[in-house]
């Protein structure tokens, strides 16, 4: 959702601000804002649009040089874009940046009015400001504290004080909010990257923790008041892993980092050529007597939680099944102490999925939470962590963390169905092996991707697009669907192949494009039927199938041939050249890949 800077040192506090939105505005860029505390006021620029619109503000309109301030990149919620409902929000004798959506507002809106407040946006976060102002009595602790009593809903705030100078405060509930610790300066963030150019020390804030941000030190209190101690992390990576070193887009450049991305996730966890996931409570024993796996994500990581049902099913025979997170938490699920429940995010922030891990443990079930984000959320409220190792992920279309959390999907299964005895030593050592090659395959594919360029330029005009295919392929089909349609602006879907004579078959028309999926040997002659029909009627058909896998002439338009490799690791496989392809399609249509309309990074409101 929206991106929060804050920073109180000895530097020009806007010129860190606009540093820091810079690296996180793929969290939200509907409008940008800063704010400074120059020791007397508070001063604000803020605009509608990307954000440069308010670099050329700020250019020709410049704020105090004062070592102080808070800056906000949004993504709309309450209020449409515009220049009045960017933030920050000022409420007299307070000023805030916030992420998060409070569920109140109106009732809270309703008796400031009665106390005399008048409002100028439409956004809750104005309301958020005003309360806070009207609980301000010259402790902004106590302000800070009386505020919270009074609000429902999710919020990330970065505050300033008029009569506080050079001090920041920051509060947390539900959505994401880091400190980081500098030499005579202190950050207050909602991602790493902001904060890489100055620091790699940081603390992560948790439920209701407010932080006093100085630039001579920080202190953190809990929501009982007290001060407490925060653990001082370190981030593994580099500001250069946050750049795009070289490559015209961020999406392209993780798309090429997904082979190492492979190896830091799958290597360490292979001991003596077998899996071993190195958890303390997930062990051989405790999988050998779980009754059923349920996998909860949204979106693309739910996806990757489609393949892993399919993965422990085949591999390890243990029922299993997938849910969208937002309607496992609403539906009452039937898991309890005898299931796993495998909870799968990329930032370990998303609020529907920390919601779901939140109602699994009180139902009982043990918790595996498979994320890339050390010390999120997500991470530290579930009974085991398995970290993937993709590092920072900028696009907002997610790409190699997807193949990462493919990764995770294939050693747990593997694990299990070795540790049930349903899967021999030797057979889980071969795929184990071909596991660990599945990065070189990706690259190989890296680097001959002239093919998937020119299929781009064949199908960029079109504005309907259909994927299809059965099993893992159906899988593989609605997370490619997914690719184009959140870059390109294509409307596309994607289709169990066998439904589609259960009413699918009627949009098909001369020339439609269809993209069929047929790398799975026991069904790929019944897919290869089911393209045939669609091209019957009209369709013009890429096939994405095996190297030696037999097509009549007349069955496609278009082959997209890929190496061979045994059919439970050709997601590893095929997902390279269905992300070029989206990728493609994006540039050749003028879009903006790396940040597409409408979306943000990671979800943090319902």
Same mark, same amino acid.
């Given at each position: 959702?929206?991106?929060?800077?804050?920073?109180?040192?000895?530097?020009?506090?806007?010129?860190?601000?606009?540093?820091?939105?810079?690296?996180?505005?793929?969290?939200?860029?509907?409008?940008?804002?800063?704010?400074?505390?120059?020791?007397?006021?508070?001063?604000?620029?803020?605009?509608?649009?990307?954000?440069?619109?308010?670099?050329?503000?700020?250019?020709?309109?410049?704020?105090?040089?004062?070592?102080?301030?808070?800056?906000?990149?949004?993504?709309?919620?309450?209020?449409?874009?515009?220049?009045?409902?960017?933030?920050?929000?000022?409420?007299?004798?307070?000023?805030?940046?916030?992420?998060?959506?409070?569920?109140?507002?109106?009732?809270?809106?309703?008796?400031?009015? !009665?106390?005399?407040?008048?409002?100028?946006?439409?956004?809750?976060?104005?309301?958020?400001?005003?309360?806070?102002?009207?609980?301000?009595?010259?402790?902004?602790?106590?302000?800070?504290?009386?505020?919270?009593?009074?609000?429902?809903?999710?919020?990330?705030?970065?505050?300033?004080?008029?009569?506080?100078?050079?001090?920041?405060?920051?509060?947390?509930?539900?959505?994401?909010?880091?400190?980081?610790?500098?030499?005579?300066?202190?950050?207050?963030?909602?991602?790493?990257?902001?904060?890489?150019?100055?620091?790699?020390?940081?603390?992560?804030?948790?439920?209701?923790?407010?932080?006093?941000?100085?630039?001579?030190?920080?202190?953190?209190?809990?929501?009982?008041?007290?001060?407490?101690?925060?653990?001082?992390?370190?981030?593994?990576?580099?500001?250069?892993?946050?750049?795009?070193?070289?490559?015209?887009?961020?999406?392209?450049?993780?798309?090429?980092?997904?082979?190492?991305?492979?190896?830091?996730?799958?290597?360490?966890?292979?001991?003596?050529?077998?899996?071993?996931?190195?958890?303390?409570?997930?062990?051989?024993?405790?999988?050998?007597?779980?009754?059923?796996?349920?996998?909860?994500?949204?979106?693309?990581?739910?996806?990757?939680?489609?393949?892993? !049902?399919?993965?422990?099913?085949?591999?390890?025979?243990?029922?299993?099944?997938?849910?969208?997170?937002?309607?496992?938490?609403?539906?009452?699920?039937?898991?309890?102490?005898?299931?796993?429940?495998?909870?799968?995010?990329?930032?370990?922030?998303?609020?529907?999925?920390?919601?779901?891990?939140?109602?699994?443990?009180?139902?009982?079930?043990?918790?595996?939470?498979?994320?890339?984000?050390?010390?999120?959320?997500?991470?530290?409220?579930?009974?085991?962590?398995?970290?993937?190792?993709?590092?920072?992920?900028?696009?907002?279309?997610?790409?190699?963390?997807?193949?990462?959390?493919?990764?995770?999907?294939?050693?747990?299964?593997?694990?299990?169905?070795?540790?049930?005895?349903?899967?021999?030593?030797?057979?889980?050592?071969?795929?184990?092996?071909?596991?660990?090659?599945?990065?070189?395959?990706?690259?190989?594919?890296?680097?001959?991707?002239?093919?998937?360029?020119?299929?781009?330029?064949?199908?960029?005009?079109?504005?309907?697009?259909?994927?299809?295919? !059965?099993?893992?392929?159906?899988?593989?089909?609605?997370?490619?669907?997914?690719?184009?349609?959140?870059?390109?602006?294509?409307?596309?879907?994607?289709?169990?192949?066998?439904?589609?004579?259960?009413?699918?078959?009627?949009?098909?028309?001369?020339?439609?494009?269809?993209?069929?999926?047929?790398?799975?040997?026991?069904?790929?002659?019944?897919?290869?039927?089911?393209?045939?029909?669609?091209?019957?009627?009209?369709? !013009?058909?890429?096939?994405?199938?095996?190297?030696?896998?037999?097509?009549?002439?007349?069955?496609?338009?278009?082959?997209?041939?890929?190496?061979?490799?045994?059919?439970?690791?050709?997601?590893?496989?095929?997902?390279?050249?269905?992300?070029?392809?989206?990728?493609?399609?994006?540039?050749?249509?003028?879009?903006?890949?790396?940040?597409?309309?409408?979306?943000?990074?990671?979800?943090?409101?319902?």
């Amino acid at each position: 959702m929206c991106g929060i800077v804050g920073y109180t040192g000895y530097r020009n506090a806007v010129e860190v601000l606009m540093e820091g939105l810079s690296k996180l505005e793929y969290r939200g860029y509907d409008s940008a804002g800063v704010a400074v505390n120059d020791g007397g006021s508070i001063q604000v620029e803020k605009a509608m649009g990307r954000l440069e619109a308010l670099r050329q503000k700020l250019a020709a309109h410049p704020l105090p040089e004062c070592g102080c301030g808070i800056g906000h990149t949004r993504w709309a919620t309450h209020g449409a874009p515009s220049d009045i409902n960017s933030h920050p929000h000022s409420g007299g004798r307070v000023c805030i940046v916030h992420n998060g959506i409070i569920e109140n507002y109106a009732h809270l809106k309703e008796n400031l009015l !009665r106390k005399g407040y008048t409002f100028e946006s439409d956004t809750d976060t104005e309301v958020l400001a005003k309360l806070l102002d009207s609980c301000y009595q010259g402790d902004p602790l106590a302000a800070l504290q009386k505020m919270a009593s009074r609000v429902r809903g999710s919020y990330a705030l970065a505050v300033l004080f008029r009569d506080v100078p050079d001090t920041l405060f920051a509060v947390r509930r539900e959505s994401p909010l880091i400190v980081g610790y500098g030499q005579g300066e202190n950050f207050v963030a909602s991602d790493i990257p902001a904060l890489l150019r100055y620091t790699r020390q940081y603390s992560v804030l948790d439920e209701g923790e407010v932080a006093v941000l100085q630039p001579g030190g920080v202190c953190v209190y809990n929501e009982f008041g007290h001060v407490i101690q925060k653990e001082r992390l370190t981030v593994d990576w580099d500001l250069e892993a946050a750049e795009k070193g070289g490559y015209p887009h961020f999406m392209l450049k993780e798309i090429h980092e997904q082979p190492r991305a492979i190896a830091a996730t799958v290597n360490p966890r292979v001991q003596d050529g077998l899996p071993c996931l190195g958890l303390e409570t997930i062990t051989d024993d405790y999988l050998r007597k779980i009754r059923s796996v349920q996998f909860v994500a949204c979106g693309t990581a739910m996806h990757a939680g489609m393949v892993g !049902r399919a993965l422990v099913e085949q591999l390890a025979r243990v029922p299993a099944a997938v849910d969208i997170a937002s309607e496992f938490r609403y539906r009452d699920p039937l898991v309890g102490p005898e299931d796993l429940v495998v909870i799968i995010s990329q930032s370990g922030e998303t609020s529907d999925t920390l919601a779901a891990l939140r109602l699994a443990r009180k139902k009982g079930a043990k918790v595996l939470a498979v994320v890339n984000v050390v010390g999120s959320s997500i991470a530290r409220e579930a009974d085991e962590v398995l970290y993937t190792h993709a590092g920072p992920e900028i696009a907002v279309a997610s790409t190699k963390a997807y193949s990462v959390q493919l990764c995770a999907m294939y050693l747990l299964a593997l694990q299990m169905s070795l540790a049930r005895g349903v899967r021999s030593e030797m057979e889980v050592r071969m795929l184990t092996a071909e596991l660990q090659k599945a990065g070189d395959r990706q690259q190989a594919l890296l680097d001959s991707c002239d093919q998937v360029q020119y299929l781009a330029s064949q199908f960029m005009n079109s504005e309907d697009l259909f994927f299809m295919g !059965r099993g893992l392929d159906y899988a593989l089909s609605l997370e490619a669907s997914l690719k184009l349609k959140e870059i390109s602006y294509i409307h596309s879907e994607a289709y169990a192949a066998g439904e589609l004579k259960h009413g699918t078959i009627s949009l098909v028309v001369p020339g439609t494009p269809v993209v069929a999926l047929a790398t799975q040997q026991a069904v790929s002659e019944k897919t290869l039927s089911n393209v045939r029909e669609a091209r019957s009627r009209g369709a !013009r058909v890429i096939l994405v199938c095996r190297e030696n896998t037999l097509v009549p002439e007349d069955a496609a338009d278009y082959l997209l041939r890929l190496p061979d490799c045994p059919d439970l690791l050709m997601p590893l496989q095929m997902i390279v050249p269905l992300q070029l392809f989206a990728y493609y399609m994006s540039v050749l249509r003028g879009c903006d890949v790396d940040k597409p309309r409408n979306l943000a990074k990671s979800v943090t409101v319902e």
